[in-house]
């Protein structure tokens, strides 16, 4: 079992920047590949974001590459997702996310094993 908590969220204006942070605790967490979704109200989840299980390989979504900037540190159990330029498109729940299998949050259907509790980003025009 895999414990995710988020942090970092807030209420920014736009074209500002927020940190998400989301620390691991139970199973060894370089054994998971890690990402962060979103959603906002009346829309379906959507990705943004996911690293490799050393973090040597990233993938985004096309409506946030070059704005948003994902890591993770091993050794604190936890993932990081940097938010720059942010928008007010960007307002919704941010999500963390753990997989077992890289496919598992790049590729459709996405197959998560573990789910964050959410953190609320709402961004001000």
């Known amino acids: 079992q895999v414990q995710l908590v988020e942090s970092g969220g807030g209420l920014v204006q736009a074209g500002g920047s927020l940190r998400l942070s989301c620390t691991a605790s139970g199973r060894t967490f370089s054994a998971y590949a890690m990402g962060w979704f979103r959603q906002a109200p009346g829309k379906e989840r959507e990705f943004v974001a996911a690293i490799s299980y050393s973090g040597g390989r990233t993938y985004y979504a096309d409506s946030v590459k070059g704005r948003f900037t994902i890591s993770r540190d091993n050794a604190k159990n936890t993932v990081y997702l940097q938010m720059n330029n942010l928008k007010p498109e960007d307002t919704a729940v941010y999500y963390c996310?753990?997989?077992?299998?890289?496919?598992?949050?790049?590729?459709?259907?996405?197959?998560?094993?573990?789910w964050g509790q959410g953190t609320q980003v709402t961004v001000s025009s």
């Open positions: 996310a753990a997989a077992q299998y890289w496919g598992g949050l790049i590729e459709r259907p996405r197959s998560v094993d573990y």
